[in-house]
């Protein structure tokens, strides 16, 4: 999955994608549930990227993804799917699941640096809501600062 990764930040993702398929093959084989949750929701990130016609194949494997890190009490294996939920709610269109993921995203963060980073991807999830229904008001009312943190939170 490393190699994979490698391909998939610097956007060759058919490459990347042919790698995260023989993990998640692999990872069946091997038993390996979290690589296996890994490779499903990489792959799903990038079917996210190829586009509109991709987001259900994105949707179908993330969704597996997140099942299977359902069953685990460690955040750190849901963290990531939550993350990629959120994105690909939020590019759909379904905005009430991408605030969703977005804040169990956010609540499973364990220290402030992430818990900032899910920040933001909770802000884009509201500022989404905001653009599609319009209520600018109901934006600025639910964001707080947190000067403990640093960080913006929404309450």
Known sequence: SNVAYLYYV?????EADSI???AELLAIQQKDTISLI????QQGMINLERGKHYYSRAELQMQQALLLAEHFSDTTVKT??????STLY?????IEKALQYAKLNYYSQRDTLHRCRASLLLGDAYFARVRFMNHYGTFISILKYNSRTGCLAFI
Do not use: I
Not at 80 to 85: D, F, G, H, K, Q
């Open 80 to 85: 990531p799917v939550y993350e990629s939920l």
């Open 20 to 22: 995260y398929q023989l």
């Open 38 to 41: 890994y490779a499903l929701s």
């Open 90 to 94: 939020c590019e759909m269109g379904e």
């Open 10 to 14: 610097q956007e060759l993702n058919e």
